[in-house]
């Protein structure tokens, strides 16, 4: 597998850098200045391939913090916030799709029956 800063980037509109954090697995996005948060709106958007190698650079050094770091592309609302760019962004963004902290519901097994 070829590591994120090894890929050319091919920027077409604004996007953001977007990891897991390591503790929970929470999606995060790279702020500005330099930390993490699990709000899209508080992300660092930038619109060149140069910004955004240097803020996904940054993001894969952080590798204590966060994994998985990699460039997303967002849109820009009305009201000049970041929203998911796309289809995996805006289910990552919204949160689990499945239920987890929790034993699984599963159908009770009887012997004999």
Known sequence: ?????????????????TANRLGDGAV????RDGHWSTRLGEAAVVSTAPAAT??????VADDISAVGAYVAPVR????????PGNLR????????TVRYGG???????????
């Open 76 to 83: 820009i609302g009305a009201d000049g916030r970041p929203e």
């Open 89 to 96: 962004e805006s289910i990552r963004s919204a949160g689990p």
């Open 1 to 17: 597998m070829t590591s994120p800063l090894e890929q050319k980037l091919k920027i077409t509109g604004p996007v953001v850098v």
């Open 28 to 31: 995060v996005y790279r702020t």
């Open 103 to 113: 034993p699984a519901a599963a159908p009770a097994v009887t012997a004999g029956v």
């Open 54 to 59: 240097e803020l996904l650079a940054a993001a």
